[in-house]
């Protein structure tokens, strides 16, 4: 499960790198600046999340425990609802 979270969190953040990049020179003069605002808070919080995700891939090393696993679970569903619905 620990190498899930590490590939999960990894994937996150170079998808969030990729969609930051692109959200800056491709999207910039396409959208409105609110909602050029909005896809930046997503690729803002999905960063955030691919974070929390390499973090409980290396908690998972240290301790054991169903809580962890949660966590992990819950940032993966968190950034698929919530940077995936911005």
């Known amino acids: 499960m620990q ?3 590490f ?3 990894s994937s ?6 990729i ?3 692109f959200g800056a020179h491709a999207l910039k003069e396409r959208i409105s600046g609110g909602m050029l605002e909005t896809f ?3 690729v803002r919080y999905q ?4 974070i929390g995700l390499l973090a409980v891939a290396w908690a998972i090393s240290q301790w054991s425990g169903q809580l962890i696993h949660i966590a992990g679970w819950s940032f993966v569903v968190g950034t698929c609802i919530f940077s995936g619905s911005l």
């Not at 996150?12 to 790198?17: I, R």
């Open 47 to 50: 960063m955030y999340h691919a």
């Open 40 to 42: 930046e808070v997503a």
């Open 12 to 17: 996150f953040a170079l998808v969030g790198v």
């Open 7 to 9: 590939i999960l969190g």
């Open 19 to 21: 969609a930051g990049a």
């Open 3 to 5: 190498r899930c979270f």
